[in-house]
Structure formats: C-alpha cells, structure tokens
C-alpha cells in the first residue's frame, strides 16, 4: 500500500518556511526597489520616533527621518534619470523631478539642524517653513516656462526634435496631479494675468491679439478633462 509517505509523496508536498534563497535571488535582482521598501520603513520607525521618543531624543530621531527622506528621494531619481550626464539637458531633467525637490528640501533641513545651535540656523528653517508656498509655486512656474524653452533650445540646435513632445507629456502629468496642484493653479494664474494685460486701454492691438493667441492655443494643449471643466467654468 502507497501510505504517501514515499518519494512520489514527499516530492509533491510544498517546502514550509521562509525560501531564503528565493529571497535573496529577489533582493539581488531587485536590489533598489528592496531598498526604497527598507528605508520607508525606517523613514516611518523614526518618524514614530520623534512624536514617542522611546529610543532617544526627539530631534535626532527627527535627523535621521530626514536622513532617510533624502536616501529615497536620491535612489528614486537615480530609477528615473539614471547615471548622472554632465549636460544641460540632464540638469534640466534633475530639476524638474519632484524626487530632486524634496531632496533638496531634506538636505536643507539635514544641514540646519547639524548646526541648530546656531539661531541662523533657525531663522532659516522658519523662513522656509514661511515660504514654503512661495517656494512651490515658483518650482511650478519653473516648470511650465521650460516647455517653450525647449521649443528655443530645438531651434538653436541643442535640444533634440523628441525634447519639446517629452517634456510636453511630463508638463501635462504634473498638470494633471491630484496631490500637487501648484502646476494646475499657476497656469490658472498666468491666464488671468495675460488675459488682464490685454485688456488694458491703449495696448497695440497685435500686441493684444498675441496675448490672447497664446492663451487659446495653451488652453488648446490642456487635457481633455480640464478643457471641459474650464469651458464649464466660462
């Protein structure tokens, strides 16, 4: 009688336990992302850290969140740009990723409470902390006078035909973001100023009929569902 407690059985019963060699084969193929996971983690026991310092003070749990904030920020634009070119191009790639900003926000702070002794050091993180929104709206406004830049850069031949198409998707994914809509309302703010210059008295009518040209031909170039929602909102 075959009880299962043969070869044929025993080869049929699924191994028990953690694979450590499976884990490890997944780690050393997917080494960043294995990476991002762990520093999270890390990022939200300090973060738990600062509001219970359990495992020592406040502030250098606090100083080791932003460690680890910058560590993420850092591996997630070497994901998208890859290694580091020293061209404009790439320059002008690395700034206008969010993971770049928030790098640089984090370093800020990493420096600043290196040296909290010093009340420079603090008026500094307050006066960022103050101009936190002014500093958001300004990366925006960035980001959107870079698309007819690209335009510029094609035709004086440093830029490539595909830069302006490129850029043009990413302009709109940031246009369309649910959880940064500084982009979305610094196009809103730039229409009302044009459409508010060429409505003033004595402005060449040229003049004024290019404002207005830009600002149709920008709003042509919206997405579909915001076109809708602004002939709504007219």
């Known amino acids: 009688m075959n009880d299962g407690a043969g070869p044929s059985g025993a080869s049929q ?3 028990r336990g953690l694979n450590v060699d499976a884990l490890k084969q997944h780690i ?3 080494k960043i992302d294995c990476s991002l996971w ?3 983690i890390l990022t939200i026991i300090f973060t738990l850290g600062y509001f219970v310092p359990i495992f020592g003070s406040a502030q250098n749990a606090y100083y080791k969140a932003l460690i680890a904030n910058a560590a993420i920020n850092a591996l997630r634009l070497h994901q998208r740009l890859g290694r580091v ?3 404009r191009e790439f320059l002008a790639e690395l700034l206008i990723e969010d993971s770049c900003h928030y790098l640089f926000y984090s370093m800020i702070f990493i420096y600043t409470l290196g040296q909290n002794s010093w009340w420079g050091a603090r008026l500094l993180i307050s006066l960022v902390e103050f101009q936190s929104l002014n500093i958001l709206r300004l990366i925006a406004f960035t980001e959107i006078i870079m698309m007819p830049l690209t ?3 094609v035709l004086m031949g440093r830029a490539s035909l595909l830069t302006p198409f490129i850029y043009y ?4 994914q940031r246009y369309t973001s649910r959880r940064n809509p500084y982009n979305r309302n610094m196009f809103y703010e730039l229409r009302i100023l044009i459409e508010r210059t060429a409505e003033k008295p004595g402005l060449p009518s040229f003049i004024r009929q290019a404002l207005l040209g830009i600002v149709n031909f920008t709003i042509k170039l919206a997405p579909i569902q915001h076109q809708q929602q602004q002939q709504h909102q007219q």
């Open 13 to 15: 019963q699924r191994p």
């Open 28 to 30: 050393v193929a997917h």
């Open 38 to 40: 762990a520093i999270r």
């Open 85 to 87: 070119r020293l061209s």
């Open 151 to 153: 335009v510029l850069f």
């Open 169 to 172: 998707h990413f302009l709109t």
